[in-house]
């Protein structure tokens, strides 16, 4: 499995990004996907997640904010970020949980300056 995230870099507050994460090594279709960050000096948290069927749940922060969306037929699930805050300042990964094991991708840097 091999998860390859893409899109982050540095924007102003207010800023948009579109991070992408390709998928490989699992049936993409099946696969339940998500969106985590991990900011400076903080755990690891969940930003978004999508169901195999397309459900999406995400962290209140991030509500009217942020969308999750996939491409089956690309193997590649999104994150469209708008109105982006410097506490959204964090390394953001892709992961999936396939075949009873967790998959995380190398993460994508998101900087967002005031």
């Known amino acids: 499995v091999h998860l390859v995230e893409s899109g982050g870099g540095l924007v102003q507050a207010g800023g948009s990004l579109r991070l992408s994460c390709a998928a490989s090594?699992?049936?993409?279709?099946?696969?339940?996907m998500g969106w985590y960050r991990q900011g400076p000096g903080k755990q690891r948290d969940m930003v978004a997640t999508i169901t195999d069927s397309g459900t999406t749940n995400y962290v209140d922060s991030g509500k009217g904010r942020f969308t999750i969306s996939r491409d089956n037929a690309k193997s590649t699930v999104y994150l469209q970020m708008n109105s982006l805050k410097p506490e959204d300042t964090a390394v953001y990964y892709c992961s999936t949980n396939w075949a009873l094991r967790t998959y995380w991708g190398q993460g994508t840097q998101v900087t967002v300056s005031s």
């Open positions: 090594g699992i049936i993409f279709r099946n696969a339940a």
